[in-house]
């Protein structure tokens, strides 16, 4: 026997960033709790809009089923003495779980015997239990913000005001303060002004259908797209392409109209990025372009409502975006009236960082980082990469980004540009700033690329040396994805460098900064951190964590020989010739871990197996190549196990000849040490 | 419907809804919020009903009178509802029809803003109002003030009248505004704001500025160790209007900011506690409803 469920949470509109993770946690916490309470249902599913959140759960049983709780007591021995009497700790037992001794049973468990009572639950109709289910859903919901309204305790992103909660024909009583639940629901919040009732839970979905609400979020949200796609075509244009607005405009609205708006072809010489700005960020409209691609002078909004008095609203968006244009032209314009260098003029005014100075230090210290990366790397014409870093957050200072922080780099582009700096500068500008967030286009340029890696390690390391380092979820400097942004530019940009160099190298920039860390332990902390990211990174790029260890415990600032050993180590575990290897590591390394020499006695190798094996070592340490070709160095040292099988059998090595001994353990420290430039192979997993 | 109806307009709506009418305060402040018939009133246990229109200042904002969008003197028309009324959405929207403003003609939306005063130590969830796209109001369920947990809880509406005005009268220009019918917004207050924004970014003098923040924080302290609150508040009026000014000329780093800011929340907390104590001597008198009165008395007790 089952009926539907529906709980409605009635509530002023909510933040319509909480509402993806609202629907997935209400689901979750809906189906925890129908669970414990061993209720089974067909399908549960939440819905939600601004002004409600809704539980649907199909079928749900009427009542719990019967059934048997086991309580595991004492031993057996220990509830019974000798003479088959209960014991105290028997007795104990027997009242705590609210029954008789002589109603205990006696069950083995692995073995033993133990005490159990086990009792008959009977299932509890739904009806009785499901108050306190849904009361503690609407309390136990997790959200960013909450807060509280009028006499109210509870807590909610926004005021509660109706609950609907209905099981078949039935309300589920529930209260919460002075909040009841009933029957009785809204619709529209503009389009339908009186409360209805409803008969049950499929008729809720009825009555919302013809209240103006459209219920579903993924129809909603198609139904939205949908229409821009067709208000876009109407003007012979296409609609820009935006997930996040999409979802956001989803969660504004319960009835939604697309429109269209003009606003006139004169503001098309702004550029195209503070026009969707304009558009996206500050009015949730969409861009339209053309088949070319191009911008077109027209939007599309989205109304919370039907298609009536759509001129009126028309008229008001578009006057709005108006104005919005206008005071974008006039930044431009101004902008524009002078070379970008000009507003260097205001970087000693504007602080980095209290410690770490004013905009114009910071920029002389990224100057010095990026030509010692171009010195490094021979990357970039040091003039422009010079020119670049010094430019490189003068758009800071002009009014467009003033009032669009968003556009920071791009428009110093196109300052640059306009003012005849070099191309390769406008663009390092702009690539300076890039990855801006996970999964974002990497810089090109090599200029740019050296541009933005020598931002990155400047604020890691100012930010370090003066003990800013991110903690939990506490990360104002955005230090993490900076750091991730040096480990992805590296890696794909293939430059090959010694991190280590370029931090000692950017921490003695800080002098006057008075650093909390010295040189080295703030070079190791960065490093350190920059690692684990890089760890990460190499994870999703499916290495295992065994290698990922065993490589990169070898310490290093060249993040292209980490990835490099990285891949032979990974593709060399594939291979037949890895376990001879690891034979020969695993028996050279644990015999000679805790000895430190590597000097082989010639004269003092008496037999004749180690003379082999010591002959055929020196012949693979020869075939070592400057950069190390690390696939035929593993190879080499597979091959050594017969020898390595050879002298063990023949010698022991820790023998009373103290002589004897520390050659031997020479020699295979000499082996271990070889394994150990590639990896540390104690790490892998076999 | 021209400057002064629309202002009429909500006065009258408001007093019909119960609500007392008082004028602005007479000491320089950024924001309605600051006058006291907000601020302190917020705090404590005692209802309170009260619509004003409240001329507000923020230097920084003045752009010598060019910008059709910009002031740094406007009005704001301020209404508190304490404890929040569970129909205080739809109140707010049957004030707009007041103004000729049908919500079904109109696309309205609320939209998630959560309002945080760090001089005040005051901050509130609540939302922007958009009205076809402009937002013309921010509504706030006030949540602290003054440092302290507000209980019950307020709403706050705040109508930005010039917004409200330019969308009726259809203007572009907030000097375009009809005041009456032949005396524009630019009539009575363009000149000012060249004055001001010549004497905000350029005039003012920071040392006497300064000076006078100490002084004024010194008489905060002063008086609230008298126990006289509102003339204690007064002061910190000024000490915060002070700063805003030594902000817009540019006199104050992004550290002493800080600072700046730490200072005058102290003096703002200073005076709620000051307030609160206050009420509690006085037994609450805005607590009309006698058993509730002797409800958070004996409650009080308890603590």
Not at chain 1, 153 to 160: E, L, Q, S, W
Not at chain 1, 259 to 284: D, I, K
Not at chain 1, 287 to 314: C, S, W
Not at chain 1, 451 to 462: R, Y
Request: aromatic residues 10%.
């Amino acid at each position: 026997m089952a009926k539907d469920l529906l709980l409605e949470i009635g509530v002023e509109e909510m933040p319509s960033a909480y509402m993806p993770a609202a629907v997935s946690n209400l689901q979750e916490l809906a189906e925890e709790r129908l669970n414990e309470a061993r209720l089974s249902w067909q399908q549960l599913k939440v819905y939600a809009t601004p002004r409600r959140l809704v539980l649907y759960v199909e079928q749900l049983s009427e009542s719990q089923p019967d059934s048997q709780l086991e309580n595991r007591g004492p031993k057996k021995q220990m509830a019974f003495d000798e003479n088959g009497n209960p014991t105290k700790a028997c007795q104990g037992f027997a009242r705590g779980q609210g029954i008789a001794v002589e109603e205990l049973q006696v069950r083995e468990v692995g073995g033993i015997e133990y005490v159990f009572a086990v009792k008959n639950l009977v299932g509890q109709p739904a009806q009785q239990v499901l108050p306190a289910i849904l009361a503690e859903l609407i309390t136990a919901l997790p959200f960013p913000k909450s807060m509280r309204w009028g006499y109210f305790h509870t807590r909610f992103p926004r005021p509660i005001r109706w609950l609907v909660a209905l099981f078949g024909d039935q309300v589920i009583p529930l209260q919460i303060e002075n909040l009841v639940s009933g029957r009785t629901s809204w619709g529209h919040r503009f389009l339908v002004r009186e409360p209805f009732e409803i008969a049950d839970p499929k008729d809720y979905m009825q009555q919302m259908a013809s209240h103006y609400v459209v219920l579903d979020q993924e129809m909603r949200r198609d139904m939205i797209w949908q229409q821009v796609q067709e208000a876009a075509a109407q003007v012979g244009g296409v609609p820009m392409e935006n997930p996040d607005l999409l979802e956001e405009i989803n969660y504004l609205l319960e009835y939604p109209t697309a429109f269209t708006g003009r606003f006139s072809e004169s503001y098309l010489q702004v550029p195209p990025e503070v026009l969707t700005t304009s558009m996206t960020a500050h009015q949730r409209y969409f861009p339209v372009y053309d088949q070319e691609g191009e911008l077109m002078p027209a939007f599309i909004a989205v109304r919370n409502g039907d298609g009536k008095h759509l001129d009126t609203v028309r008229a008001g968006n578009e006057r709005v975006l108006r104005a919005r244009l206008e005071d974008a032209l006039f930044f431009w314009n101004e902008d524009n009236k002078k070379p970008l260098e000009d507003f260097n003029q205001g970087l000693p005014d504007v602080l980095f960082q209290e410690r770490l100075g004013s905009l114009q230090r910071k920029v002389q210290r990224v100057i010095a980082i990026a030509l010692y990366l171009s010195q490094e790397t021979g990357w970039g014409d040091p003039e422009l990469v010079k020119r670049a870093a010094w430019l490189s957050k003068a758009d800071l200072l002009s009014s467009m980004v003033y009032e669009f922080p968003e556009l920071q780099g791009i428009m110093g582009r196109y300052y640059a540009r306009n003012s005849g700096e070099d191309p390769q500068v406008a663009e390092a500008i702009f690539e300076h700033y890039l990855p801006r967030f996970a999964g974002d286009h990497l810089p090109e340029s090599d200029i740019g690329v050296l541009l933005s890696l020598a931002e990155k390690i400047h604020n890691l390391m100012g930010c370090f040396c003066i003990g800013i380092k991110p903690t939990g979820s506490q990360d104002p400097y955005a230090l993490r994805r900076q750091a991730l942004g040096v480990v992805h530019i590296l890696l794909e940009r293939g430059l090959n460098i010694d991190l280590r160099q370029v931090l000692s190298q950017a921490y003695r920039e800080f002098a006057e900064a008075e650093p909390d860390l010295d040189e080295d332990a703030a070079v190791r902390e960065v490093l350190d951190f920059v690692w684990q990211r890089l760890k990460g990174v190499l994870a999703d790029h499916s290495f295992t964590y065994d290698v990922i260890e065993s490589v990169m415990a070898v310490p290093t600032g060249h993040l292209q020989d980490i990835y490099t050993r990285i891949q032979v180590v990974q593709e060399f575990k594939t291979t037949d010739k890895f376990d001879d290897f690891m034979v020969v590591f695993n028996r050279s390394h644990n015999l000679s871990k805790k000895w430190d020499q590597v000097k082989v006695e010639v004269n003092a190798l008496a037999d004749s197996s180690e003379q082999e094996l010591y002959q055929q070592f020196l012949m693979v340490r020869s075939r070592v190549t400057v950069p190390a070709n690390y696939q035929d160095i593993l190879r080499d040292l597979a091959d050594l196990r017969p020898y390595l099988d050879r002298f063990f059998e023949a010698v022991m090595v820790m023998v009373d000849d103290k002589k004897l001994k520390e050659n031997r353990l020479s020699l295979l420290r000499g082996i271990a040490e070889l394994c150990r430039q590639v990896a540390d192979f104690s790490k892998i997993v076999q | 419907m021209n400057f002064q109806e629309i202002i009429l307009g909500l006065q009258n709506y408001w007093a019909r809804q119960g609500c007392i009418i008082q004028q602005p305060y007479d000491v320089e402040k950024g924001a309605g919020t600051m006058n006291p018939a907000t601020f302190l009133r917020a705090l404590g246990p005692e209802p309170w009903k009260v619509a004003y229109v409240e001329p507000s200042r923020r230097p920084t904002d003045g752009r010598y009178g060019e910008n059709p969008n910009r002031l740094q003197h406007y009005y704001q028309y301020q209404v508190i509802l304490k404890p929040s009324p569970d129909n205080v959405v739809d109140l707010y929207l049957n004030s707009l029809k007041e103004l000729g403003i049908d919500p079904d003609e109109h696309d309205i939306r609320l939209v998630e803003d959560n309002w945080e005063s760090p001089t005040l130590g005051a901050w509130g969830l609540g939302w922007e109002i958009w009205l076809d796209g402009m937002e013309v109001t921010q509504f706030t369920y006030f949540q602290q003030c003054g440092g302290f947990d507000c209980y019950p809880v307020c709403a706050e509406i705040t109508y930005g009248l010039e917004r409200i005005a330019m969308f009726i009268q259809n203007k572009e220009s907030v000097f375009d505004i009809e005041w009456v019918d032949d005396i524009s917004y630019a009539d009575v207050h363009h000149q000012g704001e060249v004055d001001y924004s010549h004497y905000n970014f350029t005039y003012a003098d920071v040392l006497s500025l300064m000076t006078m923040f100490n002084l004024c924080e010194k008489e905060a302290l002063q008086v609230a160790d008298q126990q006289l609150v509102l003339p204690a508040y007064d002061y910190v009026l000024k000490c915060s209007h002070l700063f805003n000014l030594l902000d817009a000329r540019g006199a104050i780093s992004v550290t002493e900011r800080t600072a700046y800011i730490g200072r005058v929340r102290n003096l703002a907390r200073r005076v709620a506690v000051e307030y609160l104590e206050q009420r509690k001597r006085l037994s609450y008198p805005l607590l009309k409803d006698e058993q509730l009165r002797k409800q958070v008395l004996t409650e009080e007790e308890a603590k």
